[in-house]
């Protein structure tokens, strides 16, 4: 077993150098993803490949460089990493990518996924490139609910952040999920000064006209992507916008992610916003990430990593999976500190390499 450098010296404390409590793994059942601050792991983002056909600007370099496939893991692989998830005690289970719906034969492993004992909320986030070919599949598949990424409604303003998009694709495929059945479709909208800060009303107003909800996401720095000092937008300062022109209600709700979630009068709208810059959710973080090349990453601001893919490919059991997994919590740390990364970030993977 591989692990990145580690800093068990740090484990105690915050972000912000605060010390916070420890607490033992023995409260909770045997064989349960339990950190070692008393957080319940039972949400996992898996990642099924790095490839995209958007080359989006905050999310990869231009001319990107995407891994072999003899380094990405099999869709079985995928599968025995998210059967072992499922037998600790992970209920939640998110496709990512790279675009997940561009990996062959995807359909397959949805069905599978969605077949496993435990997992009751399994749910996909894409682009919407492919949507209108792929939302019946995917309900049939039983994939639970869609996240669908729409930083802008402009054709041309569209072009420019993705590169190489096309928006007209997108707003097909957004039909197509609600034509085939899906409900509670949520909008990943990065927020981006001088970029798309100008369409923010207008897209809570179309996600209110077609019953989707819509989440403002903050801008994060990951990889070697240089300027979002000058593009970083605050989750306050959007909702403050959006309040001049909707009654707007704080929820309580969870959709079991990071999300806060405001209510927005008169529609079943709900506005979330997710802002690891300006108030993180790590004090009540149940998620990890695995990367398309099977690396667990217990926090997305750290470079700290349990390699699964070298362990199944050597010929390790089952068992000794899922105890990798639960010794993995050990290097889940308290928190990120993204407010010190903005131009130079720690983590230099790109977000299509981590798993969106």
């Known amino acids: ?24 793994a023995q409260a909770h059942a045997p064989g349960t993803l339990v950190d070692k601050f008393g957080r319940h792991v039972t949400y996992i983002r898996l990642s099924v490949t790095d490839r995209c056909d958007f080359r989006c600007t905050y999310c990869m370099s231009e001319d990107m460089s995407f891994l072999p496939r003899q380094d990405v893991m099999s869709l079985e692989e995928c599968l025995r990493v998210a059967s072992a998830f499922a037998k600790l005690g992970v209920n939640k289970l998110r496709i990512t990518g790279g675009e997940p719906l561009v990996r062959k034969d995807i359909v397959w492993l949805l069905e599978r996924l969605a077949a496993l004992p435990g997992i009751d909320n399994l749910v996909i986030t894409t682009n919407g490139s492919q949507l209108d070919r792929f939302a019946v599949p995917l309900k049939t598949a039983g994939v639970k609910r869609i996240n669908i990424s729409l930083d802008t409604l402009k054709a041309d303003r569209f072009k420019e952040i993705t590169r190489v998009g096309e928006l007209a694709k997108v707003l097909r495929g957004i039909e197509a999920a609600t034509a085939a059945g899906f409900r509670r479709t949520k909008l990943n909208t990065v927020m ?48 403050e916008r959006l309040g001049r022109h909707f009654t707007l209600r704080a929820s309580d709700e969870n959709s079991g992610g990071p999300a806060r979630y405001w209510r927005v009068d008169g529609s079943e709208t709900r506005v979330g916003f997710i802002s690891p810059h300006s108030h993180n959710f790590c004090d009540t973080c149940n998620r990890v990430r695995i990367t398309a090349r099977g690396e667990l990453y217990p926090c997305l601001g750290h470079n700290d990593a349990l390699h699964l893919l070298p362990l199944m490919r050597a010929g390790c059991s089952d068992d000794e999976l899922r105890q990798a997994i639960v010794s993995s919590m050990g290097i889940k740390p308290y928190g990120h500190d993204f407010t010190q990364q903005m131009d130079a970030p720690q983590v230099v993977r790109f977000m299509s390499m981590t798993g969106g």
């Open 1 to 24: 077993m591989h692990n990145e450098t580690l800093h068990p010296e740090n484990a105690d404390a915050s972000p912000g150098g605060l010390v916070v409590p420890m607490a033992s």
């Open 192 to 239: 981006m000064r001088g970029t798309n800060d100008d369409e923010f009303v207008d897209l809570l107003r179309f996600a209110v006209a077609r019953q989707l909800d819509i989440s403002f996401i903050e801008e994060m720095p990951l990889g070697d992507i240089h300027g979002r000092n000058s593009t970083y937008i605050s989750s306050e300062e959007t909702l």
